[in-house]
């Protein structure tokens, strides 16, 4: 029962983990294409 709970735990933490860090890599983009745009005008 333990166990299943650590399970669930890390299960959760590494799920958050990777939408943590897609978010994160979508407004690095987001930062990237805005100064692109900011020099090109």
Do not use: C, F, H, K
Request: a positive charge; glycine letters at 2%; zero cysteines.
């Amino acid at each position: 029962m333990l166990l299943l709970t650590l399970l669930a735990v890390l299960l959760a933490q590494t799920l958050s983990s990777v939408i943590w860090l897609s978010q994160l890599r979508a407004t690095q983009t987001e930062g990237l294409v805005t100064s692109a745009r900011s020099l090109a005008y």
